[in-house]
């Protein structure tokens, strides 16, 4: 693709995002009232609240509202229930269909349609009202998404595998280029338009927030991918202080997160569920607790995304596409589509003639590993940022909103306590993205993005399964509207 060609398509891309306006207009003035409101910089669990929307903005937040204002606003009760700020998931990617292939896209169009039709819906319905997408790699998904009449405000980062690396190595090489057109070079190659200065600067240009980039040698059958040399990192990492943008590292290994330690990183993308030699550890092996130590000190942001791990381990337990709650975020179509024989290929290519019992096994312990680290981390008050990685692969056990209460349940399981879950969900990702300003509290000035559960999300984590409303912008959403079978 020319370089013309792709710039507009980006900045297409980035108009889209700031137009994140759903369809129909909200009230022009709304109290919600009677509930407890909970939001992150209150260190209290919660007060009595009146809220006033205005627009697509929290203009008031009182402990009472003003006598005689009834008259000139609507009021929604919400007495008995707690109000917290919308939720933002900081590691999605829009593009991937859960259960799919590339090519199984282009071969099940209707199914992909339906599908993609009910993700905006489905992050909703789960209190998901922003959205980071790490790797957007298909500008038609995003302004699909962006089209529907309700969705999540949508913000994302720049993509910027070393070249032939990971994640890119998954496009045939001779569409590489144009699914990861912003792919870096080291530092004395011969291709000024992909030294990180340049690319970094193209993707700020095209609206990114953040800089993504890798460090995988790889796995499954992939191994010895390039990873960026500490010099390159170095140089990506001064073009995006300059620019303002905070870099995210995938990595999941130790020696991964030492690199990123190192380098100076601003986030990690992924848990340590990889100890290399030390695997078989049954606790946290020294290496590891050293880089952990430095991550929790230095105040690294953090994605566990336990959910990689259990999103596979899901489909080698029985019963999971009876869920009630899978039915609540893909089509009837999709979910038949899952139990077909054709449907479980991405199950059979993992397994490779494992039986289902050995695979939970094998799982479960890089589950295990994963929630071993998280756990130090817990201890240490390291700065959590919540993202799902939704979906992570082609994988049906991703199902984008539902995934989030998953990992949720995961993050509370490994000892992450519900105050630091809650900080990780709102403010956390909203000060590590650069958009404090904007979301991540209830505040007067705010964008009205909020969640309405029917109990505190300080005292269970199954709280976060009791959605009562939804305001995107101000909007109000019924969370049975929301949801894929009605
Ligand atoms: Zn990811």
Redesign the pocket.
Known sequence: MKPTRRRLAVAALALGALLSIPAAAADARTWIVGATVISPERADDGQRMDVLVEGDRIASVVPAQPPGTARDAPVFDATGLYLLPGLIDS???LATIPGFSPVMEYRHPLLAREYRAQLPRSFLRYGYTTVID??PTDRAVVDAFLAAPAHPDVHHCGALPVQDGYPSHFAPGVVRKRIFPDYVVEPGAADADHAPQAVVERVRKGGAICIKTFFERGFGRDRNLPVPSAELFGALMKSARAAGMPVLL?ASSIEAQRFGVEGGTDIF??GLWNWGDANASPTLPQPAREVLDRVAGKKIGYMP?LQ?IGGLRVLFEPGYFDLPAVRRVVPPSMLEWYRSPAGRWFKDDLAGGASDELMRARLGETLQRGAESTRYLAQKRAFFLF?T?TP?GPTPGNLPGLNGYLEMQRLVAAGVSLRQLLEAATLNNAKAFGLADRVGTIEPGKRANLLLLGRSPLESVEAYDTVRAVWIGGRRLDPAELEAAR
């Open positions: 590691h999605v990617h790490l790797i995938h993308a992924h995304t990689v993202g990685d992570s």
